[in-house]
Antibody, heavy 125, light 110 residues
Framework: QLQLEESGGGVVQPGGSLRLSCLTS????????MHWVRQAPGKGLEWVAF????????YYVDSVKGRFTISRDISKNMLYLQMNSLKTDDTAVYYC??????????????????WGQGTLVTVSS | QSVLTQPPSASGTPGQRVSISCSGS????????VNWYQQLPGTAPKLLIY???QRPSGVPGRFSGSKSGTSASLAITGLQAEDEADYYC???????????FGGGTKLTVL
């Protein structure tokens, strides 16, 4: 059974750093791209970052470019999000997601199918 | 300000049909597929619809999706009290080179 377990959230001051981790199991980790998506308290969903299965490409939402780094350790089945220069606007629940792979006809589609339970990051002085 | 635009709220009575709209542009909905998610209070979102109108295994047939041009819609028929939740549309934006969500619609079952 696929499992995604985030950890590393907590309270940090503006300008500080935090590293989120996501322990994965139940699937072939090195075969799937992985996302981070966040949700500020009482607000909507925002995609944050994506890393290809082979780690060759990473993509970020503009608001975190240059501050956040997504990475993965295939030997440990772990996904990470290194967050530097944190701002109060980064306060959110951060979800780890495996890209979905669902078929329709002769094509595959990659929605956000599998979500972790999330970890809360609070940036406050 | 979300890239995709949804109404902030919607409502209906049990048994009714409710529709939630999602408006985008040529760089997202107009050229990429749309997915829909349901988020019950205090839980992680759940995939409801993918590829505009496909239901993953386990999602009731009461939920359906459609798309025309740069807009998409989620329809719920035979509304039930347990459908009270937040609903989000999502697509990929080719110009931004990233995944985008709507701001979410809070559905109230009266």
């Amino acid at each position: 059974q696929l499992q995604l377990e985030e950890s590393g959230g907590g309270v940090v001051q503006p300008g500080g750093s935090l590293r989120l981790s996501c322990l994965t199991s139940g699937f072939t980790f090195h075969s799937y791209g992985m996302h981070w998506v966040r949700q500020a308290p009482g607000k909507g969903l925002e995609w944050v970052a994506f890393i290809w299965a082979d780690e060759s490409h990473m993509y970020y939402v503009d608001s975190v470019k240059g501050r956040f780094t997504i990475s993965r350790d295939i030997s440990k089945n772990m996904l990470y999000l290194q967050m530097n220069s944190l701002k109060t606007d980064d306060t959110a629940v951060y979800y780890c997601l495996r890209e979905g792979k669902l078929s329709h006809g002769n094509n595959y589609y990659y929605p956000f199918e599998n979500w972790g339970q999330g970890t809360l990051v609070t940036v406050s002085s | 300000q979300s890239v995709l635009t949804q109404p902030p709220s919607a409502s209906g009575t049990p048994g009714q049909r409710v529709s939630i709209s999602c408006s985008g542009s040529s760089s997202n909905i107009g050229s990429n597929t749309v997915n829909w998610y349901q988020q019950l209070p205090g839980t992680a979102p759940k995939l409801l619809i993918y590829s505009d109108n496909q239901r993953p295994s386990g999602v009731p047939g009461r939920f359906s999706g459609s798309k025309s041009g740069t807009s998409a819609s989620l329809a719920i028929t035979g509304l039930q009290a347990e459908d009270e939740a937040d609903y989000y549309c999502q697509s990929y934006d080719s110009s931004l080179r990233g995944w985008v969500f709507g701001g979410g619609t809070k559905l109230t079952v009266l």
